[in-house]
T-cell receptor, first 112, second 113 residues
Framework: GDSVTQMEGPVTLSEEAFLTINCTYT??????LFWYVQYPGEGLQLLLK?????DKGSNKGFEATYRKETTSFHLEKGSVQVSDSAVYFC???????????FGTGTSLTVIP | SQTIHQWPATLVQPVGSPLSLECTVE??????LYWYRQAAGRGLQLLFY??????ISSEVPQNLSASRPQDRQFILSSKKLLLSDSGFYLC????????????FGPGTRLTVL
């Protein structure tokens, strides 16, 4: 069945460091891919998405490219800030279904 | 614009007591609705989803049940809470068959003592 595998955390970075959080997926066909962010005590917010191969989603300095050849959707940011500290979830959905498949989440802490 | 509400925001309940969590969506019609649970430091577990009034699909056998009495209302219930029911409960909605992007509510923190 469909699934998402995310890089294990927690991740701790210094402010202005480069961030990569790896995400790979297993799915039939052409799913849509998403990154969500969860700040402490809050629900999940959509960070970015890509709906077809080679699409790049971007938002708030974060980017991820839908790579069908490597079945990956890695999240990157060139210079992280303390305010980026949160848990990040990779997810996929099939356009013909009603379900999401989430990764286990990666906790990021950015220290000044 | 669409908004999603959950209440209560926090809840502390004794073992064996009943539970009712409510989720409502505004600004859209006939959404898909979802209940997730997030245990401390863990990922998301899909509990239930609904594609319409009275239509509930359960993902895992458990102590909980869900109902959808109105188009934009989704309720999570239990007759007798267990310690293992503690967690962060998230409601979400999506538009049917359009990339299934999900929008989440603010969540309910449930502690069972």
């Amino acid at each position: 069945g469909d699934s998402v595998t995310q890089m294990e955390g927690p991740v701790t970075l210094s402010e202005e460091a480069f961030l990569t959080i790896n995400c790979t997926y297993t799915a039939t066909g052409y799913p849509s891919l998403f990154w969500y962010v969860q700040y402490p005590g809050e629900g999940l917010q959509l960070l970015l998405k890509a709906t077809k191969a080679d699409d790049k989603g971007s938002n708030k300095g974060f980017e991820a490219t839908y790579r069908k050849e490597t079945t990956s959707f890695h999240l990157e940011k060139g210079s992280v800030q303390v305010s980026d500290s949160a848990v990040y979830f990779c997810a996929l959905s099939q356009n013909t279904g009603n379900q999401f498949y989430f990764g286990t989440g990666t906790s990021l802490t950015v220290i000044p | 614009s669409q908004t999603i509400h959950q209440w209560p925001a926090t809840l502390v309940q004794p073992v064996g007591s009943p539970l009712s969590l409510e989720c409502t969506v505004e600004g859209t019609s006939n959404p898909n609705l979802y209940w997730y649970r997030q245990a401390a430091g863990r990922g998301l577990q899909l509990l239930f989803y609904s594609v319409g009034i009275g239509q509930i699909s359960s993902e895992v056998p458990q102590n909980l049940s869900a109902s959808r009495p109105q188009d934009r209302q989704f309720i999570l219930s239990s007759k007798k809470l267990l310690l293992s029911d503690s967690g962060f409960y998230l409601c979400a909605w999506s538009v049917t068959f359009i990339y299934n992007e999900q929008f989440f509510g603010p969540g309910t923190r449930l502690t069972v003592l």
